[in-house]
């Protein structure tokens, strides 16, 4: 069983950076592939990033390419989503995620998730 326990949310003005942190405790880390999901008031769960077990295989979200990066430290057992040039789109509650296998993109194959943080973006 694995239990994970996000932080590094709170509020940023528009254009500004955050760094959400994801400590995992229970079970492997490094055998497991991680990610972060989104869910915006009213609206569904959506997916952020993913880094694979072994770190070669890292997906983005369109809405957020080029100014979000996963990073994992195993040795830590941490996962980080590093934000940059935020938005008020990007308001959202942040969910980190792990799985076995090598998907993921898809929530519904996530076996453990965090309790999230809350990230908001004033304009």
């Known amino acids: 069983q694995v239990q994970l326990v996000e932080s590094g949310g709170g509020l940023v003005q528009a254009g500004g950076s955050l760094r959400l942190s994801c400590a995992a405790s229970g079970g492997t880390f490094s055998n497991y592939g991680l990610g972060w999901f989104r869910q915006a008031a009213g609206k569904d769960r959506e997916f952020v990033a993913g880094?694979?077990?072994?770190?070669?295989?890292?997906i983005y979200a369109d809405s957020v390419k080029g100014r979000f990066a996963i990073t994992r430290d195993n040795a830590k057992n941490t996962v980080y989503l590093q934000m940059n040039s935020l938005k008020p789109e990007d308001t959202a509650v942040y969910y980190c995620?792990?799985?076995?296998?090598?998907?993921?993109?898809?929530?519904?194959?996530?076996?453990?998730w965090g309790q999230g943080t809350q990230v908001t973006v004033s304009s």
């Open positions: 995620a792990a799985k076995t296998g090598y998907e993921i993109t898809s929530a519904r194959l996530y076996d453990y």
């Open positions: 880094m694979s077990w072994s770190g070669d295989r890292i």
